[in-house]
């Protein structure tokens, strides 16, 4: 029998509750060999903590995490904190030498992520970050089919977020919409995702030749206390918005292709979309997580030319993570974001048993940051930023 892991998880609003739910069903698949002892769930507030416990199955919740990172019998530890409390937490847990498994972004800024990538590697243990969209076994796919070099040498890449959460103007004046505490708005809170997707899919980006920000909905209502998420708020009080709503990046790849990033999370009518399109010399390949249980391939030449055309791949047991989080065995029964979570999970996991690093690490966070932080200094100048 497997030692089980002993795991926390350190914030319970949106993305703590997606990491709970990740350890309660990593253990679950039939090929799963993963144990898991779900231990903390620690928010400073202790009543959310406790439903959020209560919930998943967690043994405990409290609001202390000092007392959690005292605490020998811990292995391992989420972290789902607002951007800015990365940079006072992220340490403490990454020196108490436990295994860390922090969301996305990591800090604010490219000087925080480089600050906190450091201290990671510094650390024994397993460091990893929360790319979650990488788990959806029809973007792994993709990404392996261009690394087979199905689609020839990509020439163009396209990746977009749209989303929804901040279209309704009632929607409550969070730490997301404020720059000083977030660090970015689209372009960084769920840039952060499609950013990584590309460079998953196309490698390094090394410049941001343009890039154009901009805020549709100046001011929003102050949130009611201990409001967690993207709900609405009826305070009559509002303040200002101080970050974007849209950003489109015109992007340089390391490898010569070109691209374009677009992020809005005011899509109206698009709840929550992330897509990654590439061209190569001998085909070209696409996901949308919308229809997350599929992707598209087209390799020129496969077939007689009348019926060689793009194909639809429905996601099954022969694609990454898969098997270890399908309700069922079969292909076609599809998977989606919840699935991401336990497959990240479990990874993270797989991980701590063996002493693995992560493939998403510290230093993939930082990568994505540097591409953050040149498309605001190039919103800001105007001017074609290298990283
Ligand atoms: N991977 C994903 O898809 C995904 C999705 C959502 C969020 N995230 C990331 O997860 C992190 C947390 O985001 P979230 O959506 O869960 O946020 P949230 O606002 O829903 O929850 C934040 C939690 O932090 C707690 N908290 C502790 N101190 C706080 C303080 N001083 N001010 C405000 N809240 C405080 C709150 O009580 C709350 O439980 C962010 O870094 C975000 O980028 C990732």
């Known amino acids: 029998m497997t030692t089980p892991i002993r795991v926390a998880v350190i914030g319970a609003g949106m993305a703590g509750q997606a990491h709970a739910f990740g350890y309660r069903t990593a ?28 919930r998943y199955g967690f043994a405990r919740a409290s609001g202390d995490i000092d007392a959690l990172l005292e605490r020998e019998d811990i292995d391992a530890i989420s972290v789902a ?7 006072d ?7 108490s030498g436990k295994h860390v498994f922090a969301e996305k972004p990591i800090g604010r800024t490219v000087a925080e992520a480089s600050a906190l990538q450091a201290l990671a590697e510094e650390s024994a243990a397993v460091t990893g970050v929360g790319f979650s969209f990488r788990r959806l076994p029809g973007l792994a796919a993709l990404a392996q089919a261009v690394a087979d070099g199905r689609i020839g040498d990509v020439h163009t890449v396209r990746g ?32 952060s995702h499609a950013i990584d997707a590309v460079q998953f899919v196309a490698g390094a980006i ?18 009611a206390a201990g409001a967690i998420g993207h709900g609405a708020s009826a305070s009559a009080e509002h303040g200002p918005v101080t970050n974007d709503d849209i950003a489109l990046l015109s992007v340089g790849f390391e490898s010569g292709a070109v691209g374009h990033i677009e992020l ?3 899509a109206q009518g698009v709840p929550n979309a992330l897509g990654v399109e590439v061209f190569g010399t001998k085909g070209h390949a696409s996901f949308d997580s919308i229809s997350a249980g599929e992707f598209t391939v087209f390799e020129a030449g496969l077939t007689d030319a009348p019926y060689n055309g793009p194909r639809r791949i429905f996601t099954g047991p022969e694609h990454p993570y898969f098997k270890d989080v399908a309700a069922m065995p079969g292909g076609g029964v599809g998977t989606g974001y919840a699935e991401a979570f336990t497959a990240e999970i479990q990874e993270f996991l797989r991980c701590v048993g063996t002493g693995a690093q992560m493939d998403t690490d510290f230093g993939k966070a930082t990568a994505m940051m540097q591409v953050v932080g040149a498309a605001l200094e190039s919103s800001r100048t105007g001017a074609r930023v290298s990283i």
Do not use: C
Request: hydrophobic letters at 45%; proline letters at 7%; charged letters at 20%.
């Open 27 to 54: 253990s679950m698949a039939v090929s799963s060999s993963i144990a898991v002892e779900l231990d903390s769930i620690v928010d400073p507030n202790v009543p959310l903590a406790e439903s959020v416990a209560a």
């Open 81 to 87: 904190l607002p951007n800015f409390l990365h940079v």
């Open 89 to 95: 937490v992220l340490p403490k847990v990454l020196r």
């Open 160 to 191: 977009w977020y749209y989303a929804d959460y901040a279209a309704d103007p009632a929607g409550a004046l969070s730490w997301r919409y404020s720059q000083e505490q977030s660090g970015g708005g689209a372009v960084l809170d769920i840039g």
């Open 206 to 223: 090394d410049r941001v030749d343009n890039a154009t920000l901009r805020t549709v909905i100046g001011e929003r209502p102050k949130p």
């Open 264 to 266: 809005s999370r005011i």
